[in-house]
């Protein structure tokens, strides 16, 4: 799978989360609740040559995910040591899993009120992946203007390239 693909159906799985927003965190496409409290950071490469993510999980998941699948899972740099857990993707990859693995990050961070959001919808034969219908990209934040036309960088940008948008452009979806 094409790694655009693989970026494309982590994006998917977590702004199907009600009031999940997409910006770029540390150069990488990373997804917060409300605009606030990471969940999950897309790692291209980051600190290793290995393609997955980072995210925050329940108590006990990092120990038992690395200990079960040490090829699948790590404990990455940085936030590691607060229980965070790595996800390699460069491997034959269970996006059931996967999913499970995101909506287990999101509860950890969300507030109750939008836990109790998704297990309303869960309850009522809802799903916690993608919905049909797509994210929608807005424009860059007014600091952002003066990069070219419709305040975007120039299309050479590689951080356009390879994510789609340019910095500090956000991408939204509420639940």
Known sequence: ??????????????????????????????????????????????????????????????????????????????????????????VPVDWDEVADVVTDAYRTVAPRRLVAALDERLAAGGSAGPRPRRAQRLSAPRAMTGFGVAGRLPASSSLIARTGYPPGARTSRTG
């Open 1 to 90: 799978m094409r790694e655009a693909e693989i970026l494309k159906r982590v994006r998917r799985r977590c702004l199907a989360l009600p009031e999940a927003t997409e910006r770029l965190s540390h150069g990488e496409p990373t997804w917060f609740v409300r605009d606030r409290k990471v969940f999950v950071t897309y790692a291209d490469r980051h600190h290793d040559d290995r393609l997955g993510f980072w995210c925050a999980a329940p108590p006990g998941a990092q120990q038992a995910r690395v200990a079960a699948e040490p090829g699948r899972y790590f404990v990455p740099p940085y936030v590691g040591g607060r229980g965070w857990l790595g996800v390699h993707l460069d």
